[in-house]
């Protein structure tokens, strides 16, 4: 390890990783582990670049390292060209609700939409306007005037749901960006975020007929998927975590509904009705396997996400669309301290606080107080290892081996995790 890590990374990883969060930024520097898991996971990128379309539901007991797979996907999705987005589901956003809460998830999806130039969110504006400088420009060679350029290029939107409203709200973009109208582009994006709640809002700011409401969300995502390919971009990846959160709705019917949706999701993508559309949902084992309140409780997720039987006795198979994730193993845990060490020090080795015996003991001091959880559920063993470095590097005089037997590393659970915001990002789920 001899490259130089940036300032901005290193202290996004650092203080994500101290607080108990999964870095968005940075994370190949403190990857371990997961190479079969991503390699399948950049087949569906690949094969969502080829127009085509994937599922992948991601399972995992507590600590197995869900959020940050997640959060690795995206990054190489939008290394390929894709466009992301992503959203954590919560009991008031959800895939279906009648009470806002399915226009809720896509606006939290649309504010969070990336690109590899735009890679912290927020990528809704910028697309759109490569959209419409390049009609323009189209226009300008074929003879045809702004608006007529843009609809062209948009006419494969128009046989789908909404496709006629969502081309016009484009359209209206487009005027609005030509006659510097920035009330229009702005009544337009607000559309295309799902901020309008009612028809008659939208029709009075844009004259369209719909607006995206609780109905639209799948719909709309497939609108936007296929507008992204026409605008030049691989396709759209969509990631959900926590879905847990569909697990724990009380009342049943709402549940199944719910579930109803991912059974859509699931057959559209693997029977290809959906183009340049990917899905990949974080999930417990529970929320899964739990015949009773689980994914397992509607017979036809189960027979679709039931396992390979030939894939038994150490075999395995990672073409299904559930992918399981097993813990870390203290080989790969060593090799994560390492890696968090080498950030630490900005990729200087020649600066680190603590040598590869102090690694070893450190690992050897944790499993003394809390036994085999300090690698299966690593955040708060991760968080006292950097609380460590702090002391050793503001303080010069300090000895690691003094130091050592004075950090307390306490048992992370389940229920401390659920206790976070939304009960995601925790280091619990970042292990790789």
């Known amino acids: 390890m001899t490259a130089i890590i940036r300032a901005k990374e290193r202290d996004t990883i650092i203080q994500a990783l101290r607080a108990g969060v999964v870095p968005k930024l940075g994370q190949q520097h403190i990857q371990v582990g997961r190479s079969q898991e991503l390699a399948a996971q950049i087949r569906d990128i690949e094969r969502i670049a080829d127009g085509g379309s994937s599922f992948r539901l991601i399972v995992g007991d507590y600590g197995s390292g869900k959020s940050f797979f997640l959060n690795l996907v995206r990054a ?36 969070n939409m990336a690109t590899r130039t735009k890679n912290d969110g927020g990528a809704l504006h910028g697309v759109i306007e490569k959209f419409i400088a390049q009609a323009i420009e189209d226009g300008k060679a074929a003879g045809k005037d702004a608006s007529a350029a843009i609809l062209a290029r948009l006419e494969p939107l128009l046989d789908m749901p909404n496709g006629y409203d969502f081309a016009s709200v484009i359209n209206a973009y487009g005027r609005g960006f030509q006659n510097d109208d920035g009330q229009l582009q702005q009544n337009a994006l607000r559309w295309l975020r799902g901020e309008y709640a009612t028809k008659t809002d939208a029709r009075q700011a844009l004259g369209v007929r719909n607006h995206i409401d609780d109905s639209a969300l799948y719909d709309q995502l497939k609108l936007l998927a296929r507008f992204l390919r026409i605008a030049g971009y691989g396709g759209l990846m969509v990631g959900l975590d926590e879905a847990v959160n569909l697990y724990k709705i009380a009342n049943a019917q709402a549940r199944n509904t719910n579930y109803e949706e991912i059974l859509r999701l699931l057959n559209d993508c693997l029977q290809g009705s ?9 999930g417990t084992t529970e929320f899964v396997t739990d015949t009773r309140r689980g994914l397992y409780s509607y017979q036809a997720l189960q027979s679709r996400l039931a396992g390979n039987t030939f894939a038994t006795g ?11 994730l097993t813990n870390l193993t203290q080989e790969d845990f060593y ?20 040598p590869d015996d102090g690694i070893a003991a450190f690992m050897q001091h944790c499993a003394a107080r809390i036994g085999d959880a300090y690698y299966r559920t690593p955040r708060t063993t991760v968080t006292s290892f950097i609380n460590l470095l702090a002391v050793l590097e503001q303080n010069p005089g300090a000895s690691w081996q003094t130091l050592l037997g004075r950090v307390e590393v306490h048992k992370d ?17 970042f292990q790789m």
Request: hydrophobic share 40%; aromatic share 6%.
């Open 76 to 111: 190489i999705a939008l290394e390929r060209k894709l466009v992301t987005m992503h959203a954590d589901l919560t009991p008031t956003r959800r895939l279906h609700g009648a009470n806002g809460q399915a226009r809720s998830l896509y606006c939290e999806l649309v504010n």
């Open 274 to 282: 959906a183009e340049g559309l990917g899905f990949i949902i974080g």
């Open 314 to 324: 150490g075999l395995i198979d990672y073409t299904g669309p559930m992918l399981k």
């Open 335 to 354: 090799v994560l301290l390492r890696n968090i060490r080498h950030v630490y020090a900005g990729g200087d080795s020649n600066t680190y606080l603590v």
């Open 413 to 429: 659970s389940g229920a401390e995790a659920e206790q976070l915001a939304d009960g995601d990002d925790a280091l619990a789920h």
